[in-house]
């Protein structure tokens, strides 16, 4: 039986806004990447998302972006990478002590939005900021998109790497995402969502945006959190992986011997 990871972007509010059913989605998936403060999420909804991290049993994981409220951390801004890489140890040393203080581990990472896309496309971004990451906690898990800058450099540095794949995004022929605004980018047809996880579990493939089959080796598929309809994808997606022969389990345990 072969072990899927179950994940979604959560924790994006920002004082009294909510985007969202963190409560419902983190009932069903197995582990969450949790915004830190810079593109969304403050020391509340922090708190609040380890905590329901821990009454779910789910992997908690850091999701670090550009410092960009306002755009939701998918804009790309042009700051200077030592910057940068001071950046990320901010955001994950700010969810890591709500993890400490609730006695709960802190297991992975990922980059969101426009840093995680320009970190995937150039080693000499994603080098120093997986560098800042495994100064802060080497045992940390990087979870990415397969094929990318962030997956090699990781690997180089001996991080230990779970490949993501996006179900409600279009991929390019090259195997990065497709950027945000391009027509299609944004999958919304949850049939379509779904055929497309059911592809990849059956084949190992995906199909790129003008067709082209790109072979994926994943360990992890991923909703966000802010999709229309979330809810109602995951469970379908929860299906459609057992339907499948597949066994939902966080990403930390797919690294047990």
């Not at 830190?36 to 994981?61: N, Q, T, W």
């Not at 801004?77 to 950046?87: G, K, W």
Request: some cysteine.
């Amino acid at each position: 039986m072969r072990s899927i990871d179950l994940n979604a972007d959560l924790g994006e509010g920002f004082g009294d806004w909510r985007i969202g059913d963190d409560a419902g989605l983190m009932a069903l998936i197995s582990s969450a990447n949790v915004a830190c403060g810079f593109h969304a999420g403050d020391a509340s909804i922090m708190a609040s998302s380890v905590a329901l991290a821990k009454r779910y049993g789910v992997d908690l994981g850091a999701h670090v972006g550009f410092p960009d409220l306002a755009g939701f951390g998918r804009r790309r801004m042009q700051i200077d990478t030592q910057t940068l890489a001071h950046y990320v140890t901010y955001q994950l040393g700010a969810l890591a002590a709500f993890a400490r203080v609730a006695d709960y581990p802190l297991s992975h990472m990922s980059f969101h939005g426009a840093l995680g896309n320009m970190a995937a496309e150039d080693e000499s971004l994603a080098r120093p900021l997986l560098a800042a990451v495994k100064a802060f906690d080497p045992n940390l898990i990087i979870s990415t998109t397969a094929a990318n800058a962030v997956e090699r450099c990781a690997r180089e540095l001996g991080l230990r790497v779970a490949c993501t794949f996006l179900a409600d995004r279009a991929y390019q022929a090259n195997g990065l995402l497709v950027p945000r605004g391009t027509p299609g980018a944004v999958i919304h047809d949850p049939q379509q969502v779904s055929q497309r996880v059911i592809d990849l579990l059956k084949s190992g493939c995906v199909t790129a945006i003008d067709g082209t089959r790109l072979p994926m080796a994943v360990s992890s598929i991923l909703m966000h959190g802010d999709t229309p309809g979330a809810l109602a994808l995951i469970e379908q997606l929860r299906a459609d992986i057992t339907d499948q022969g597949g066994e939902i389990r966080p990403i930390s345990k797919h690294f047990i011997e």
